[in-house]
């Protein structure tokens, strides 16, 4: 089991480290192209707003609600049987989803108000209608982008793992070639991006489509009731909260940012996609194939495998968590410099960034934590435990919200989303022993130790031996990326061979 989650995860963090890679570059052409002002904050809410409808109809509650039911049926069904399920739900996601869209698509105006009054309330509203307009280009991605999840899931049921964490990738690439080629022949060029967001959606469902047929698991429309679509509703409504509070809380910074300066919405969006690549790398792809191995494990009454790959999960994100986060925190401005500080977008608006930057690094092992937490109880049917801890978090992160902002601006919003996912993973940890489902051992606890002792360390050289901030603003580009990258490959080595010194061996693992 434990050489399957190994070979799985492994699978999972390369495939989306090539899609972050990309993802980088992406983030790298916008900023140089577009900068951190009023229009690139209008495009950003305009793209979050699918990207937060996504994580509760795509891949967020409704993949791990469906997960379960899938590999139930795989297990305990027939062939005929399980292709029913897949039809059924198949045609009410996308029943759901064409409504969704339409609405959102005829009332965009309003339903940007709601989600970024800051824009309206403000005495240039121009940026309030520019998102509204690009809003109506981007929603539709939402509905790509959930069956292509939903396909996906499938895939991941039948152990393969490498096409869904692809699939990024070719949004990616539209979003770059948009940005660089479309731009030029429109009369306001950010819209372009918008238009990638679509183009890219398209090429994300068209790519999974062979596989399924592979599979010979291609869905086809199926109308009527279903015991499957019962059983989704009653996992999924509470799932809702409890899989999404992570992006509940960074929509909740966003409405709040629309508030702040100009820029506040740019400065978060560009230290977040830096958080989510550990996140992505770590606490995603351990979540993915958690998942599915703790619903086969739950499904076959493994109790053995259920509680190994729960603490297989944990020990790995806090071998790779720890020291990550440490990094996103004491390199912040090296890191944003680097890869954003060019053309339109300024040293300030880095030094902005990486403010934002450390807050958020400062709570990845507890966004890790929470990914790999929350579906232990929805792999087991539980969607109501989750709820409680998340409800909890958000509440949390409203009231943090608001004192934090109003202090220290943006970068108190990433603040507040930390301590909210910190306060989410403790809550998820004590229902969990509290269940009697999972408790920490005395393994992991040494484990704690050695890689706390290693992390320090590594902390040390950072904090005597790496450039200053004023080093990487004077510095070329090819200058900053031989110091970032020496910086990293040596703290790297550092905490890796004092993990070996201390006694960590791959065996133990």
């Keep these: 089991m434990t050489k399957s989650f190994i070979k799985s995860s492994s699978v999972v963090t390369v495939m989306t480290l090539l899609s972050r890679i990309l993802g980088l570059v992406r983030d790298f052409i916008i900023a140089k192209y577009f900068g951190a002002n009023g229009l690139s904050d209008a495009f950003l809410v305009a793209f979050r707003i699918p990207n937060f409808f996504r994580r509760l109809f795509a891949e967020g509650a409704f993949s791990q609600a469906f997960i379960p039911i899938l590999t139930d049926s795989k297990i305990n069904q027939n062939d005929d049987e399980l292709q029913e399920v897949i039809n059924h739900i198949a045609t009410k996601l996308l029943s759901i989803l064409i409504l969704v869209t339409i609405v959102v698509v005829v009332l965009a105006p309003l339903v940007m108000f709601v989600f970024a009054w800051g824009f309206y309330f403000k005495t240039d509203q121009s940026h309030y209608f520019l998102a509204s307009d690009m809003l109506r280009i981007t929603f539709p991605y939402l509905l790509l982008i959930s069956l292509t999840a939903f396909s996906g899931a499938i895939l991941n049921t039948y152990d393969n793992f490498s096409v869904p964490a692809f699939t990024p990738v070719l949004l990616n690439i539209s979003l770059i070639l948009s940005a660089i080629f479309l731009a030029k022949y429109l009369d306001t060029p950010i819209m372009a991006l918008a238009w990638g967001v679509l183009i890219g959606g398209v090429a994300q469902l068209l790519f999974q489509i062979p596989f399924l047929r592979k599979l010979h698991r ?18 999924m409504l509470p799932a809702l909260f409890g899989v999404s509070v992570s992006q509940i809380n960074l929509l909740i910074d966003t409405m709040i940012a629309t508030t702040l300066i100009a820029g506040s919405v740019s400065w978060l969006y560009y230290s977040d996609r830096l958080l989510e690549l550990p996140l992505a790398l770590i606490g995603i792809a351990l979540a ?21 790959t729960i603490d297989k999960a944990l020990i790995y994100g806090l071998i790779l968590g720890l020291p990550s986060s440490i990094g996103l925190v004491m390199l912040a401005d090296g890191l944003i410099i680097t890869l954003f500080q060019y053309d339109a977008f300024n040293a300030s608006d880095a030094i902005q960034s990486a ?6 690094g400062s709570g990845l092992l507890a966004f890790i934590a929470v990914k790999i937490l929350a579906p232990v109880f929805l792999s087991r049917g539980d969607t109501k435990t989750p709820v409680k801890a998340g409800v909890a978090a958000m509440s949390s992160n409203i009231i943090l919200n608001l004192i934090l902002a109003h202090y220290f601006g943006h970068d108190g919003l990433a603040a507040a989303t930390s301590i909210s996912a910190l306060l989410n993973a403790v809550l998820l940890y004590y229902f969990l022993t509290k269940q009697s489902i999972f408790q920490l051992n005395s393994a992991f606890y040494k484990m704690l130790i050695k890689v706390a002792l290693s992390s320090i360390i590594m902390l040390s050289y950072i904090y005597y031996a790496s450039p200053t901030t004023d080093s990487y603003i004077q510095a070329d580009a090819i200058q900053r990326v031989i110091m970032l990258s020496r910086t990293i490959l040596v703290s790297a080595g550092i905490y890796f061979a004092s993990l070996y010194v201390i006694g960590l061996r791959v065996k133990q693992l």
């Design 218 to 235: 291609l869905p086809k429309l199926k109308f009527g009731p279903h015991p499957a679509i019962q059983t989704l509703k009653k996992r």
């Design 355 to 360: 403010l934002s930057l450390r807050a958020y």
């Design 288 to 308: 993915t194939v958690a998942l599915a191995k703790l619903s086969n494990c739950y499904a076959k009454n493994d109790s053995d495998g259920f509680e190994q």
